[in-house]
C-alpha cells in the first residue's frame, strides 16, 4: 500500500513539474546590418500587412541606437477591455531595435507572457483570440530572422500571474495611484496638455482611448538625464529596451501606474537584487515624474 501511495505521489509531481511551463518576457527575431531607421520602417510596413496599427515609434534615452515600435490591433483591443482590472494594458505590444557595432537585434515582447502577467486566469478564457494575434505576429516578422527565442529570464507561467520580485514587494494588483480626477475627461485633458508641454521632460511615444468604456493607456518616454532612462536602463539592460516606454492607464477618473518595483522587475526578472539596489530610486522617480503630467 505504501509503495502504490508513493508511485501515485511521484506520478502526480511528474505530471506537474512536466506540465509547468516557463516564459520569457522577450524573443529574438535575428539580427541584421540594415540600418536601424530603414529596418524600422521595414517592420511597421509589415505589421501594418498584417493588421497591426503602429501607435508610435521611439528611441528611447534619445539613443539613436535604440529604437522601440509600439503598435496594437483592433481585435487584440477589443478582447483584453474585457479585463475591468487594467487589462487594457495588454493591448500594447512592442518591436525593439537595438544597434551594436553595427549589427541591429530585433526582438519583440513576448504576448503570452505580457497577456499571462497583465490578465491572469482571464488570458486562459481568451487564449484562443490571444494567440491567433501572437501567430500573426511572428508571421510579420519572419522576414527578419528565424531564431524566435526566449530570453531576458524564465518565469513559470502559473507563478507569473501572481508575480513579484521578493518578498514584500508589490503585485500587479498594488498598482500607484496618481490622482483621482473629477472625471475621465478631466483627467484626458490635463494629461494631454502637460504632454504636450513635454512637462517633467517627458514625451508622448503613444495613446490609446477606449472612449465609451473611458479607458485611456499614455505610454511615456523618460527624457530627464538625471532620472530617466538614460540613467536607470544603461544600468539594468538596454537589450531589454522593448519593455520601454512606461505606461499610465486612466480608468475612469483615476490615473495608476503599475509599481516601479513590479514592472522593472517583470520585465528584468534576472535581475540581481545588487543591480536592482543601484537604480533603488528609479521606481520614486518614475513615480514623480509622471504624478507631475496629473497636475
Not at 64 to 75: A, G, M, Q, S
Not at 240 to 264: C, F, S, W
Request: a positive charge.
Amino acid at each position: 500500500m505504501k509503495k502504490i501511495i508513493l508511485f501515485t505521489l511521484l506520478t502526480l509531481f511528474f505530471i506537474d513539474t512536466t506540465l509547468a511551463k516557463d516564459l520569457s518576457p522577450y524573443i529574438k527575431v535575428g539580427t541584421s546590418s540594415t540600418p536601424i531607421d530603414e529596418i524600422s520602417e521595414m517592420i511597421i510596413d509589415a505589421l501594418k500587412d498584417k493588421s497591426f496599427t503602429v501607435l508610435g515609434v521611439y528611441n528611447p534615452e534619445n539613443n539613436k541606437n535604440l529604437k522601440v515600435i509600439t503598435f496594437t490591433r483592433n481585435d487584440l483591443k477589443n478582447t483584453v477591455i474585457k479585463v475591468k482590472d487594467r487589462g487594457a494594458l495588454a493591448a500594447i505590444l512592442k518591436v525593439a531595435l537595438v544597434t551594436k557595432n553595427g549589427i541591429t537585434t530585433i526582438s519583440y515582447t513576448n504576448p503570452e507572457y505580457i497577456f499571462t502577467a497583465y490578465l491572469r486566469d482571464d488570458f486562459t478564457k481568451q487564449s484562443t483570440a490571444l494567440n491567433k494575434i501572437s501567430t500573426n505576429l511572428k508571421e510579420s516578422l519572419t522576414a527578419f530572422g528565424n531564431e524566435f527565442s526566449g530570453f531576458g529570464g524564465k518565469v513559470e507561467q502559473e507563478k507569473l500571474k501572481k508575480y513579484h520580485y521578493k518578498v514584500m514587494m508589490p503585485y500587479f494588483t498594488d498598482p500607484v495611484e496618481l490622482k483621482k480626477f473629477s472625471s475621465f475627461e478631466e483627467g484626458l485633458k490635463v494629461i494631454e496638455a502637460n504632454l504636450a508641454r513635454k512637462k517633467g521632460q517627458t514625451k508622448q511615444v503613444f495613446k490609446l482611448v477606449y472612449t465609451a468604456e473611458k479607458v485611456a493607456i499614455f505610454g511615456i518616454g523618460l527624457e530627464n538625464k538625471q532620472n530617466g532612462e538614460a540613467k536607470f536602463l544603461p544600468i539594468i539592460g538596454q537589450d531589454h529596451a522593448a519593455a520601454l516606454p512606461y505606461e499610465m492607464i486612466l480608468q475612469d477618473n483615476v490615473l495608476t501606474i503599475l509599481h516601479g518595483k513590479y514592472r522593472i522587475a517583470l520585465f528584468w526578472p534576472e535581475l540581481t537584487m545588487g543591480t536592482f539596489m543601484k537604480i533603488m530610486s528609479t521606481p520614486g522617480d518614475i513615480e514623480d515624474t509622471l504624478k507631475a503630467l496629473a497636475n
